[in-house]
């Protein structure tokens, strides 16, 4: 059964859309950085969980606007509302989300065709010219706190048997050159809550929530497939590299996800841990690594 959509946030809908009174309004509880509505399966609204996000989805309206003709799947032209109590909209986008189970269950040819898509939206983000998405806001990703610092949050909670392959991890990364690939400009958050999968076609129809993108390190933008598949990484890399000429160093991604993992357990709730399972997201990419 659907969670039901918080009252506060369907006032503050129908406040701005009155429209929308004999809508239906559905949940989605399954974003990170935002809460989205689902709103008669043709609308989404998004609400930021913290405060960062707040300014990350009035850039991200304007950065879409540059992005959207330059990439070879469909992403949101989205609209900023900004409140108070802020939030973003754009027309839904066809197609559902992929997670693992539903990765596992795909056929070949459908195995073989995402990671190419996604790989040639990766390559064309890349490619952007940097002047014009910094005129429309877009500026450095989000800096992640030092190894150390990551460690450091996490320890308390970490059970007794990841607490030497996390000290590794920590250790590892903070020995870490700067990007071979350099900077680029990315999406940063291609994981399954944020890809419209078409189920029947088994295609990926296109890609939302830019809130975390910009520019920022190139290695960093391949840690989020993995949430839906080690296996599809490992696709999307090669094929990357084949469009772009670029060899990526694996080993420094395996290391930048397993810190990535850390650092949303360590600084995530309780009930945050549970609800996304971050516990378990870190324990199977742990008993990944060599």
């Known amino acids: 059964m659907a969670e039901a959509v918080p009252e506060a946030l369907s006032a503050v809908i129908l406040a701005a859309f009155p429209d929308l009174a004999d809508a239906r309004f559905t949940l989605l509880t399954d974003g990170w950085e935002s809460q989205a509505i689902d709103v008669d399966d043709r609308l989404i609204f998004r609400f930021p969980r ?7 989805l009035a850039r991200e ?8 003709p330059a990439v070879p799947l469909a992403v949101p032209r989205t609209h900023f509302h900004a409140g108070p ?27 073989q065709r995402l990671p190419e898509d996604l790989a040639g939206f990766q390559a064309a983000l890349h490619r952007l010219d940097p002047a014009l998405l910094t ?52 999406h940063f958050d291609t ?22 993108s910009g520019f920022g390190p190139l290695h ?15 696709r999307m890399m090669s094929r ?22 850390l650092m949303e357990f360590g600084e995530s709730t309780e009930a945050q841990i549970a609800e996304f399972g971050l516990l378990r997201n870190l324990e199977d990419w742990v008993s990944r690594l060599p």
């Open 191 to 212: 994981h399954g809550w944020n890809l419209a999968f078409d189920h029947a076609a088994g295609r990926l129809r296109g890609v939302f929530d830019f809130g975390s």
């Open 220 to 234: 960093r933008d391949f840690l989020a497939p993995s949430f839906i598949a080690p296996d599809l990484t490992d």
């Open 135 to 186: 005129e429309a806001g877009a500026g450095p990703v989000w800096d992640w706190p030092s190894p150390e610092a990551i460690l450091r949050e996490a320890w308390p909670r970490l059970p007794e048997v990841l607490r030497p392959v996390a000290t590794r991890i920590a250790t590892d990364c903070t020995a870490l050159p700067p990007d071979p690939g350099g900077i680029v400009f990315g």
């Open 240 to 261: 990357y590299e084949a469009l772009t000429g670029l060899r990526l160093d694996r080993a420094r991604i395996a290391l930048l996800t397993g810190l990535q993992r």
């Open 61 to 68: 309206a304007r950065m879409l606007a540059v992005i959207a």
């Open 50 to 56: 913290f405060e960062r996000g707040v300014a990350a």
């Open 85 to 111: 109590p802020c939030f973003a909209w754009h027309a839904k986008l066809p197609g559902g989300t992929l997670v693992p189970a539903q990765y596992a269950a795909l056929p070949e040819a459908a195995r």
